[in-house]
T-cell receptor, first 113, second 113 residues
Framework: DTAVSQTPKYLVTQMGNDKSIKCEQN?????MYWYKQDSKKFLKIMFS???????INETVPNRFSPKSPDKAHLNLHINSLELGDSAVYFC????????????FGPGTRLTVT | DQQVKQNSPSLSVQEGRISILNCDYT??????FLWYKKYPAEGPTFLIS?????DKNEDGRFTVFLNKSAKHLSLHIVPSQPGDSAVYFC????????????FGRGTSLIVHP
C-alpha cells in the first residue's frame, strides 16, 4: 500500500489554465506539506498543514491555494498557470513529534506550455 | 544564496567500497540535519539524521558525521551496494523547532557491480 500518494503523476497544461494536484496519506500523520522541486533540483517547502490548519506558507504566490479537507488529504490548486510553475511537486507528511522525518509522495511533474 | 551545498553533482563507486557524500552549510542556526535518498520517479525517502549535539550517528551501513566548526556533514555508506544507486539529498533545519528544511541540490551516486 502506498503511504503517500499523489495524482496525477504527470500534468501537461497551457498557460493560464487552472489545475489541481491531489495528495493522500494513509500513515495517520497529522502534518502534511507541499514542496516544489525546480529545474535546478532544489526542493523548497511551499506549505504545511497540521490537522487541517495552515502552519507554514513560504512566500508562495497566491495563485497557489492548498486545501485540506481532512488530515489525510492536502490538495494543491493552482490558478492562472505560468511557465515558471513547471516543476515537480511533492507532497509529504509527518507524525507529530517527529516533524523532521517526512514521508514523501512520488511527485507530480507539471509542465506548463 | 545556497545555505546547503552539495558540491558534487555525482559520485561513482565500486560495489563493496565506501561511498562518501558531502554536504556543507552556511547558516549557523541549523541544528538538525537529515539525509534523504531518492530513486527516479519516486519521492525522497528519509535515510538518517543527526542533531547538532552529536558528531556521529550510525544506522547499519549508513553513518552520518557532523563537523559543526567546519559546517560540514558527510554520509558514509559501507559497503556500497548497487541498490544504493540513487540521488542523495542533504537537508538542514534551523533551531527553534522550525520544520522548514533547506535542501541541497543532491548528489547522484552510482554504485557499479
Amino acid at each position: 500500500d502506498t503511504a503517500v500518494s499523489q495524482t496525477p503523476k504527470y500534468l501537461v497544461t497551457q498557460m493560464g489554465n487552472d489545475k489541481s494536484i491531489k495528495c493522500e496519506q494513509n500513515l495517520g500523520h497529522d502534518t502534511m506539506y507541499w514542496y516544489k522541486q525546480d529545474s535546478k533540483k532544489f526542493l523548497k517547502i511551499m506549505f504545511s498543514y497540521n490537522n487541517k490548519e495552515l502552519i507554514i506558507n513560504e512566500t508562495v504566490p497566491n495563485r497557489f491555494s492548498p486545501k485540506s479537507p481532512d488530515k489525510a488529504h492536502l490538495n494543491l490548486h493552482i490558478n492562472s498557470l505560468e511557465l515558471g510553475d513547471s516543476a515537480v511537486y511533492f507532497c509529504a507528511s509527518s507524525q507529530t513529534g517527529r516533524e523532521y522525518e517526512q514521508y514523501f509522495g512520488p511527485g507530480t511533474r507539471l509542465t506548463v506550455t | 544564496d545556497q545555505q546547503v551545498k552539495q558540491n558534487s553533482p555525482s559520485l561513482s563507486v565500486q560495489e563493496g567500497r565506501i561511498s562518501i557524500l558531502n554536504c556543507d552549510y552556511t547558516n549557523s542556526m541549523f541544528d538538525y540535519f537529515l539525509w534523504y535518498k531518492k530513486y527516479p520517479a519516486e519521492g525522497p525517502t528519509f535515510l538518517i539524521s543527526i542533531s547538532s549535539i552529536k558528531d556521529k550517528n550510525e544506522d547499519g551501513r549508513f553513518t552520518v558525521f557532523l563537523n559543526k566548526s567546519a559546517k560540514h556533514l558527510s554520509l558514509h555508506i559501507v559497503p556500497s551496494q548497487p541498490g544504493d544507486s540513487a540521488v542523495y539529498f542533504c537537508a538542514a533545519h534551523p533551531s527553534g523547532g522550525s520544520y522548514i528544511p533547506t535542501f541541497g541540490r543532491g548528489t547522484s551516486l552510482i554504485v557499479h557491480p
